[in-house]
């Protein structure tokens, strides 16, 4: 049966079939969870499962008219709501439009299925807005909320909801999910972080050599002498990049330096970049475990700082200089 072919969260689908089956489904609901782990993919599930007139209630066959109409995005009864063109936030209007169609009896199908995403994008009022169609809902209409975010929701949206949590993908379970696609570069599979999203739109080749240009630069900070300083700080501006550059370079560099923690503390099963293992072995034989942890909080600090207008060359720098080994021990010389 097709809800079987779902990879990963087994306990969530089951929960989701039984209410299917019991015909006791949620009018409101809440799939939230890091992109990429399979909400959409579940929520246009549970659409079919409302809909299809093959299968027995609580699945679909995804061969029928309903089911191949939902997959292509045609069906009347299956509505999207999005962020438009250009939009930063849901409008009032969208909502308005999908509680007006509530009056309305379904068009083809059994149900009408409406499907938010990303609902953390609804801003005050269109939530708001949507809450009378949570309120007072028409037995055959169903709201689906994905998001990545559950706490951005107004408590009102929350309250009125089921929510169901997705959780990344094991290792093992996205290597599945290679073999199914037929390719299973391990690195690949590691980087992915248990998302298919992920995994499908990784370029292993890019991946490559964008880690390599940030390693070099943890090499540089970590290593370098003070006579290697000035060419310290000329390689963190080419870090810093453009805002887009700068958030991709900062998860590089976090994966890295989580990386060479796991060495530290001698779980190297969690490794993700095994292929660079001798030069990570390197680095975490003259780098303390608190030093790196001192390094993992001033980059989370960067991270936080990315939602304002920051100086990123200069944020770059003080991350290589509280990286730097040569750096570290004059100042701890000088407070002696």
Request: charged content about 25%; proline content about 4%; some cysteine.
């Amino acid at each position: 049966m097709p809800f079987d072919s779902f990879l990963g969260n087994r306990r969530t689908i089951e929960r989701l079939r039984a209410k299917l089956k019991k015909d006791r489904f949620p009018h409101g609901i809440i799939f939230s969870g890091t992109d990429g782990i399979g909400k959409r993919t579940c929520a246009l599930m549970v659409a079919k499962a409302l809909n299809c007139v093959n299968s027995p209630v609580g699945d679909f066959c995804g061969e029928c008219s309903q089911c191949r109409k939902i997959d292509a995005g045609m069906h009347p009864d299956v509505i999207h709501i999005g962020l438009e063109e250009d939009a930063s936030e849901i409008k009032i209007a969208q909502i308005r439009e999908a509680t007006r169609m509530l009056t309305f009896r379904p068009l083809e199908g059994r149900n009408k299925v409406f499907i938010i995403d990303p609902a953390n994008q609804l801003n005050p009022s269109s939530s708001n807005a949507l809450l009378k169609g949570l309120e007072e809902p028409p037995d055959n209409s169903y709201f689906i909320l994905l998001t990545n975010r559950l706490q951005a929701l107004l408590p009102t949206v929350r309250s009125r909801c089921q929510s169901y949590i997705f959780t990344p993908l094991s290792l093992e379970e996205l290597r599945q999910f290679g073999n199914l696609q037929g390719s299973t570069d391990e690195l690949t599979l590691r980087w992915s972080h248990g998302s298919i999203g992920t995994y499908r739109t990784l370029h292993t080749a890019t991946l490559k050599a964008q880690r390599e240009s940030i390693l070099e630069f943890i090499e540089v900070a970590v290593l370098a002498t003070e006579e290697q300083f000035r060419e310290l700080l000329a390689i963190s501006k080419d870090i810093a990049g453009t805002k887009q550059d700068f958030a991709g370079n900062l998860e590089l560099i976090g994966v890295l330096l989580t990386d060479l923690l796991y060495l530290k503390e001698g779980f190297s099963e969690h490794l993700v970049n095994r292929d660079v293992l001798v030069r990570l072995e390197k680095l975490s034989s003259r780098i303390s475990t608190e030093h790196l942890i001192r390094l993992i909080e001033f980059l989370a600090m960067m991270e936080t700082s990315m939602k304002t207008n920051v100086n990123r060359p200069m944020l770059t720098e003080v991350l290589a200089l509280t990286g730097n080994l040569a750096l570290a021990k004059i100042l701890d010389d000088n407070n002696r």
